[in-house]
């Protein structure tokens, strides 16, 4: 039994054959004058999406890439380091908000400086020189350790001048 609502027209109509939907219209839309698929209209205006498309897709990728790579100098740190340094420093001097704004300021310059994996050797060179025997006495006596913590220590001197 046929609705009028289920006629041909239907875009959900019936296959009978397969039992799924077929779409309302199987034939091709008609194309304006001059935009026939491979006419030069058409081909020059692809070409202009094209480049277009490119264009944005290049200057997307590079600021992407140089915000990245900005982000990356700026934030090698992770929020946990800072935290720690930031909670010393505040220990060290004071547990107020003008201190907890100097040292904040202080791990940014030294941040700046140093990069992070340089900044773990000298925390690591710091730690384990206050073990008492040989093994403390292999980070208080080579001169790689002693470079580190001059280099770290350059860097405090530099932000004490520049925070406090």
Do not use: W
């Not at 609705?3 to 039992?19: K, Q, V, Y």
């Not at 490119?54 to 997307?60: E, H, I, K, Q, T």
């Not at 710091?126 to 001169?143: A, D, I």
């Amino acid at each position: 039994m046929s609705s009028p609502i289920s006629s041909s027209m239907d875009p959900t109509a019936r296959n009978p054959e397969r039992g799924s939907l077929k779409p309302f219209h199987t034939g091709q839309l008609p194309v304006p004058e001059g935009l026939a698929r491979g006419s030069a209209i058409c081909k020059a205006k692809r070409s202009d999406v094209k480049r277009n498309l490119l264009g944005a897709v290049l200057v997307f990728l590079s600021f992407a890439a140089g915000t990245r790579a900005i982000a990356d100098d700026l934030n090698d740190y992770p929020t946990s380091a800072r935290a720690d340094y930031v909670f010393a420093c505040m220990k060290a001097n004071g547990e107020t908000q003008e201190i907890l704004q100097k040292c904040s300021c202080s791990i940014d310059v030294i941040a700046s400086i140093i990069p992070y994996d340089r900044y773990v050797a000298t925390e690591t060179i710091l730690s384990m020189s206050q073990v008492t025997g040989p093994v403390g006495s292999e980070f208080r006596s080579t001169e790689s350790a002693k470079l580190t913590l001059q280099d770290f220590r350059r860097a405090q001197a530099e932000a004490e001048v520049r925070c406090f």
